[in-house]
């Protein structure tokens, strides 16, 4: 019987860990998308208030920097953010991340494209919905950037798609996702 209960418990932290790493993956996704929608809702759901923030231009506790975040974010007419190929190493309840990041936006003359990572610890705290991982320090390193001209068509090369204007919650392709979607 003692086999079958290490088996169990085995299996029960295989479980954990799989769904922690799904859920930190699930909050680096949600990162991007509060900031191209403008959510400060979503991004409170991302960071604790007490997170440490570091952008190089920003160095400082996340309930600081979501204002200036925004503000930020306000200014292009257009936003993307992706982070991919993270590398998650758990600990307990803290995670250690490493994300490479592409990130850009286009104003009325120029597109700003930037390529770095993503530096970040995860903690596992109880929060609204119990036991969440959330951001507790994040640092942001610029590996490359890069600047073009915005071209003279409206909604540039290809004027036939549709763009998202404004980027807000209040949107109506915007829909409210929460913690469990993949």
């Known amino acids: ?8 418990a085995s299996m029960r932290e ?9 859920a930190i993956q699930q909050q680096l996704v949600r990162y ?13 759901e991302v960071f604790w208030d007490d997170a440490d923030v570091d952008f190089g231009f920003f160095e400082g506790k996340f309930k600081d920097y979501l ?30 991340v490493e994300a490479y990041g592409i990130a850009g936006g286009r104003g009325t003359d120029k597109t700003n494209i930037f390529g770095g990572r993503y530096i970040t610890r995860f903690e596992r705290r109880n929060g609204p919905t119990g036991k969440e991982w959330r951001i507790a320090s994040v640092t942001y390193v610029l590996d490359w950037n890069m600047d073009q001209d915005v071209p003279d068509v409206i909604g540039g ?13 209040e949107h109506p392709w915007f829909r409210r996702m929460g913690y469990d979607v993949t």
């Not at 295989?14 to 799904?22: A, F, G, T, V």
């Not at 975040?69 to 250690?96: K, N």
């Open 157 to 169: 090369p290809h004027p036939e798609l549709k763009m998202v204007k404004p980027r807000s919650p």
């Open 67 to 96: 204002p200036v975040l925004m503000e930020i974010e306000r200014g292009p007419e257009t936003t993307f953010h992706l982070l991919s190929a993270a590398q998650i190493e758990l600990d307990g309840d803290t995670a250690y």
């Open 1 to 8: 019987m003692t086999d079958l209960a290490a088996e169990i």
């Open 32 to 44: 991007g998308r509060g900031q191209e929608w403008l959510d400060e809702t979503l991004l409170q």
């Open 14 to 22: 295989e479980i954990d860990q799989l769904k922690s790493r799904n």
